[in-house]
Each structure stands twice: as C-alpha cells, then as structure tokens.
C-alpha cells in the first residue's frame, strides 16, 4: 500500500499536476486544490487504463511499461480538452464509469 501512496503523490508533484508548484498556504484552498488534483489524478488514470486496453503500452528491454498508466491517460486527456471536442465527451463517460476489479473479467457487473 505504501508504494501505491508513493506513486500517487509523485504523479501529483512531479509528473504532471505540478501540486509542489503552488504557493498556496490557507488550509482551506490547499485541501479543495487536493481533491481537485486527486480527481484529475483518477481521470488521468482512467484514461490510461481505457487506452491500455486498445493499444497496450509498450514495455522496456527490462519489462516494466515506458509509461505509467497516468502518463498514458494524461496525453489522450490533454490532447482532448485542447482540441478534440467528440473525444472530451468520450474521456468524460469513461470518467463516470468504474474501474473494473482486480481480477474480474470485463464482462460481469459491478456490485456496489
């Protein structure tokens, strides 16, 4: 679990949202930036799993992904809210909907 956290606020800091940029320091606007990066965060990464899907990410010689799955959804993201007004609708469903379970197939529903 602690690696996971890691990972979550190195993506929030240093590869991509750029949380350590702001100068903020009231602790109400600090927490509301936070929730507004964690869903940004999970949007990104919902992408990436979506576009892992249809185009897997390429792995190095030593086997791990070139890219993490954020990254990966943050350029798919990133190109829609800029140019591609059919695709930000598409990304924007894909954010409604849930990840799938750890291994689940695809095809049974999600029970809450």
């Not at 792995?59 to 799955?69: D, I, L, M, Q, V």
Request: hydrophobic share 35%; with cysteine.
């Amino acid at each position: 679990l602690r690696w996971s956290i890691e990972c979550t606020f190195s993506a929030m800091k240093t590869r991509g949202l750029n949380l350590e940029q702001t100068h903020m320091t009231q602790a109400d606007r600090l927490s509301r930036l936070f929730g507004l990066l964690s869903l940004a965060l999970a949007w990104m990464v919902r992408i990436g799993e979506w576009r892992a899907e249809h185009h897997p990410i390429p792995r190095k010689k030593h086997g791990r992904p070139a890219w993490s799955r954020a990254t990966y959804g943050r350029e798919l993201l990133c190109t829609a809210l800029r140019w591609g007004k059919t695709t930000f609708y598409t990304h924007l469903e894909l954010l409604k909907s849930p990840f799938s379970a750890p291994g689940r197939q695809k095809d049974q529903p999600v029970r809450y």
